[in-house]
Each structure stands twice: as structure tokens, then as C-alpha cells.
């Protein structure tokens, strides 16, 4: 089995400006997790069986005849309070919620889910499981929250927030003309294939 994950992957400016972000609060908790991950917006995220991945990367790249590029909209921070992945506050950059994301992540979906293995019994609620039942991922359409993450952290979110005073004014606008496929194994992320929309 293998761990995939297609993510959008912002320009190098952006980059830089979250992996600042990333070095400034790397001294500000005890326990942290995510700040080394790569900057990105994760659209899907799915565990499949070896024998397809050929046909997984067949059918990414297939991505590009059905979409193409479009405006993004960073409009505030957002702290997933005691995340499920991490048992910590997880804070990142919300994206605005547009018809053109749902539209490319239901692409996604549609091309790839078809190779995804499910797990019995996760502990999810109600929609979330729907989903994952659905897709193999928990977070598909309208619940789905789009963002780039900074870090996980164990202070409270009033602290983490009160951190980010200032630091990034919004809005930031951004492209989405990208699509990176990534094999995933813990904290590491290896690209395999990358499509520009």
C-alpha cells in the first residue's frame, strides 16, 4: 500500500513567505508537527495498492485536458483546534471556498478515487465518514476547507492567533496552475508526477 496525495503547490515567493512563517514559530511550542512538510493545499489524499499507481499517474496526468488555471483567494488564518491527525492546534492560511476548487477537486476525485482502498472503522464524524466511504478521503466537497497549512502546535489557538497578528495582511491572491502527485510517508512527500493547468 501507498499513501498519495495531489496538492497544489504555490509559486516561490509564496513559499518563502511560509517557510518564514514556518522558522517563526518553531520556538513557540513544546511539541510541533508539519513545519518541515512542503508548502502546499492538499485536494486529495488517498492510500491505493502498488499495482496501480501506474494507472493512477495515467489518469492525474489526464487532469490537464479538463482544467485549467484560475485565481485563488487567501482570506484569513484558521486553527483546526485538537486536529485529528495530530492531537494538537493546527494552524494554516484558509483559502477562499470557490466554485472553480470544488469543480477542480471533484475532477480529482472522479479520475482517482476508483484506486483507493478504504479502511474499516475510523473514528470520523458523520459527513467526514461519508466521504472517506465515498472516496477514500474524508474531506470532499463542501466540508472540505481548502488551506496551507504552518503548523500543529500544542498552545492554545487564542495564543497561536494572537502570534499571527500582523504577520501576513490579506487578502493574497494566488494561481492555481499547478498539480503535484506525491507519494506520502510520514513526514516525507516525494513527488512523482507534476502537471501545470
Known amino acids: 500500500m501507498i499513501k498519495i496525495g495531489v496538492f497544489y503547490i504555490p509559486d516561490t515567493t ?12 518553531k520556538d513557540k511550542a513544546k511539541k510541533q508537527k508539519y513545519l518541515n512538510h512542503i508548502v502546499h493545499s492538499t485536494i486529495y489524499v488517498f492510500e491505493t495498492e502498488n499495482k496501480y499507481l501506474g494507472d493512477v499517474i495515467e489518469n492525474f496526468v489526464d487532469l490537464k485536458k479538463t482544467n485549467s488555471k484560475f485565481s485563488l483567494e487567501i482570506n484569513d488564518w484558521i486553527v483546526f483546534e485538537n486536529d485529528s491527525f495530530t492531537k494538537l492546534n493546527t494552524l494554516s492560511l484558509k483559502i477562499n471556498y470557490s466554485n472553480k476548487l470544488e469543480k477542480l477537486q471533484t475532477s480529482v476525485v472522479r ?81 512523482i508526477q507534476k502537471i501545470k493547468l
Open 111 to 191: 479520475l482517482l478515487s476508483k484506486y483507493s482502498s478504504k479502511k474499516e472503522d475510523l473514528n470520523l464524524e458523520e459527513e467526514c465518514l461519508k466521504s472517506y466511504k465515498l472516496y477514500g478521503f474524508p474531506f470532499v466537497g463542501k466540508h472540505w476547507i481548502p488551506h496551507i497549512t504552518i503548523g500543529s502546535f500544542d498552545i492554545s489557538s487564542k495564543e497561536i492567533l494572537a502570534l499571527c497578528d500582523k504577520k501576513t495582511l490579506f487578502p493574497k491572491n494566488m494561481i492555481m496552475d499547478n498539480l503535484g502527485l506525491y507519494k506520502i510517508d510520514q513526514d516525507n512527500h516525494t513527488l
Open 14 to 25: 509564496f513559499q518563502s513567505e511560509v517557510v518564514l512563517l514556518k522558522s517563526f514559530f
